[in-house]
Nanobody, 122 residues
């Protein structure tokens, strides 16, 4: 049974940084691309980006490119989302997800964590 557990969210000021972690269990981690999504209040869940099985390739949507980075540690079955220069529009519940399709496509992901709240105040 796939289990994804996010951590690292919190309340931060605009301009600050956070690193989210997502620990996976119940899967062969290297068989999966991993992705990050977020859901802001009153909005649908949106794709943030993905990383391929080895960590050699990543994709980020334009709104976070240059500020966010995705990485993974396959020895720890963990994927990370480093978020820098946060702004109030980044406030959302952040979810990690696993899938076996292309890492740059939101449709590839089908196993979800429970989410972690990130709140950015100005």
């Amino acid at each position: 049974q796939v289990q994804l557990v996010e951590s690292g969210g919190g309340l931060v000021q605009a301009g600050d940084s956070l690193r989210l972690s997502c620990a996976a269990s119940g899967i062969t981690f290297t068989n999966y691309a991993m992705g990050w999504f977020r859901q802001a209040p009153g909005k649908e869940r949106a794709f943030v980006g993905g990383i391929n099985w080895s960590g050699s390739h990543t994709y980020l949507v334009d709104s976070v490119k240059g500020r966010f980075a995705i990485s993974r540690d396959n020895a720890k079955n963990t994927v990370y989302l480093q978020m820098n220069n946060l702004n109030t529009e980044d406030t959302a519940v952040y979810y990690c997800a696993g899938g076996q399709g292309p890492y740059g496509a939101s449709r590839s992901f089908y196993s979800w964590g429970q989410g972690t709240q990130v709140t950015v105040f100005s």
